[in-house]
């Protein structure tokens, strides 16, 4: 016979779970329609879930809101985690802007209630908030990995030059999202072409030798 502690446990998974699918959903509608015009009926219905069901997690749309954007804080941090690596920090300077903003258009792409919510024009002081959080970690990365290239540089230097690119990439991004095939090639091309004519004078162009090496250590 199944015991107390174990029932528990496994109620409790099943809450998770059907939150999950909950939060699933609340994704897609948002995708589609914004966060303003998503409706918890709209939710509850892609969840495959009765409103009344829906509101056992979820009193209103707000909280869903705020259950969504630690998952996609998350979703951020690993994302930039993995972009913006020592590895990355070295490669010429074209490479890494290549690697970067095509890696910033596929997870866009991939994850379009994330754009929704972070990159269109929030009226909710909780998505603002939430947008703020993103973007100031996002310029802690870069004026690391600025400082990794060009070691020194002043720390008011580092924070102009990140705030600027950020501030480039949110201005051209919108005109990518909209555009399909080859014009959002060429729209990126010239997204990358702003940032390397912007960051390169800076920054360098060529690869970077790791710290304390010599030219004949990275010679081949």
């Known amino acids: 016979m199944e015991s107390e502690q174990s029932a528990v446990v496994r109620r409790q998974e099943r809450g998770r779970r059907r939150m999950a ?10 995708a589609e329609n914004g966060f303003e015009d998503a409706t918890t009926n709209a939710i509850a219905a892609r969840a495959g879930v009765s409103p009344g069901s829906l509101y056992q997690f979820f009193r209103n749309k707000d909280e869903i ?7 996609f804080v998350q979703r951020s941090h ?12 070295r490669l010429p300077l074209p490479d890494l802007i290549d690697r970067v903003v095509d890696a ?9 209630a994330y754009w929704v919510l972070f990159h269109g024009s929030p009226t909710s002081p909780r998505l603002a908030r939430a947008a ?6 996002i310029a802690d990365r870069l004026r690391a990995l600025f400082a990794r290239r ?3 540089l002043p720390e008011e230097r580092l924070d102009l030059l990140a705030k600027v ?51 004949e250590d990275t010679a081949d």
């Open 21 to 30: 699918e909950i939060l699933d959903a609340a994704e897609g509608v948002i």
């Open 104 to 112: 910033m258009a596929a997870f866009k792409a991939d994850s379009p």
């Open 150 to 152: 060009v070691p020194g």
């Open 78 to 89: 690993g994302f930039w985690d993995a972009q913006l690596t020592e590895d990355v920090a």
């Open 165 to 215: 690119a950020i501030a480039i990439t949110r201005g051209v991004f919108p005109m990518i999202m909209a555009a399909g095939g080859d014009d959002r090639r060429r729209v990126l091309a010239e997204l990358k072409g702003l940032l390397l004519g912007y960051l390169g004078p800076v920054l360098g162009y060529g690869p970077v030798r790791p710290s304390g090496t010599s030219p």
């Open 132 to 137: 703020q959080e993103l973007n100031g970690g």
């Open 65 to 71: 809101l705020d259950a969504l954007v630690p998952r």
